[in-house]
T-cell receptor
Framework: DSGVTQTPKHLITATGQRVTLRCSPR?????VYWYQQSLDQGLQFLIQ???????AKGNILERFSAQQFPDLHSELNLSSLELGDSALYFC???????????FGPGTRLTVL | AQTVTQSQPEMSVQEAETVTLSCTYD???????LFWYKQPPSRQMILVIR??????QNATENRFSVNFQKAAKSFSLKISDSQLGDAAMYFC??????????????FGQGTELSVKP
């Protein structure tokens, strides 16, 4: 157990819908990262937050957005879902920007 | 932009034997970090080993060691005395030094390792 929690574990929804994935970092970690793992694209970095501020952005679609709240938990919002958004979404956290990243168990999103 | 390439989609090893997984990367940066992550069937991402580019000495963690060749931009993982529990997908990953682009990890495509009893 890495100490990073993600909810829900599984999510099944339809095209065009909107979902929210939640991540709670390890106690004391200030940085949160979101990654997407799909068969087509492999493991891709989406976005990083550090202490509530966006720190780095990767290949995140405009339909996707994220934020980190004052209690340091983070949410990834996916809207206008398409079949190709089906993937495993990982959250990771680290103490600072350059410390080891600990990964959560992931949220498996299935878009039908 | 940095890229990471793992040219072996699948590898197989006999239990107790040694196996080496290959990874090459492309970067114009001089300071960075390299990692190997393990993803077992549970899908949990587990850090196996890390290497700082400024260190010439190859990292070692118990049965896991790396061969880091900075000039060749090569970073291979050697697993000695392979165990059934080593069966997993292994990902090579790159991260820029902290003053550059934050802490994002850039992953290779992965190598599926099977261990035969």
């Amino acid at each position: 157990d890495s100490g990073v929690t993600q909810t829900p574990k599984h999510l099944i929804t339809a095209t065009g819908q909107r979902v929210t994935l939640r991540c709670s970092p390890r106690s004391g970690d200030l940085s949160v990262y979101w990654y997407q793992q799909s068969l087509d694209q492999g493991l891709q970095f989406l976005i990083q937050y550090y202490n509530g501020e966006e720190r780095a952005k990767g290949n995140i679609l405009e339909r996707f957005s994220a934020q980190q709240f004052p209690d340091l938990h983070s949410e990834l919002n996916l809207s206008s879902l398409e079949l190709g958004d089906s993937a495993l979404y990982f959250c990771a956290s680290s103490l600072g920007i350059y410390n080891e990243q600990f990964f959560g168990p992931g949220t498996r999103l299935t878009v039908l | 932009a940095q890229t990471v390439t793992q040219s072996q989609p699948e590898m197989s090893v006999q239990e107790a034997e040694t196996v080496t997984l290959s990874c090459t990367y492309d970067t114009s940066e001089s300071d960075y970090y390299l990692f190997w992550y393990k993803q077992p069937p549970s899908r949990q991402m587990i850090l196996v080993i890390r290497q700082e580019a400024y260190k010439q000495q190859n990292a070692t963690e118990n049965r896991f060691s790396v061969n880091f060749q900075k000039a060749a931009k090569s970073f291979s993982l050697k697993i000695s005395d392979s165990q059934l529990g080593d069966a997993a997908m292994y990902f090579c990953a790159y991260r820029s030094a902290p003053y550059n682009q934050g802490g994002k990890l850039i992953f290779g495509q992965g190598t599926e390792l099977s261990v035969k009893p």
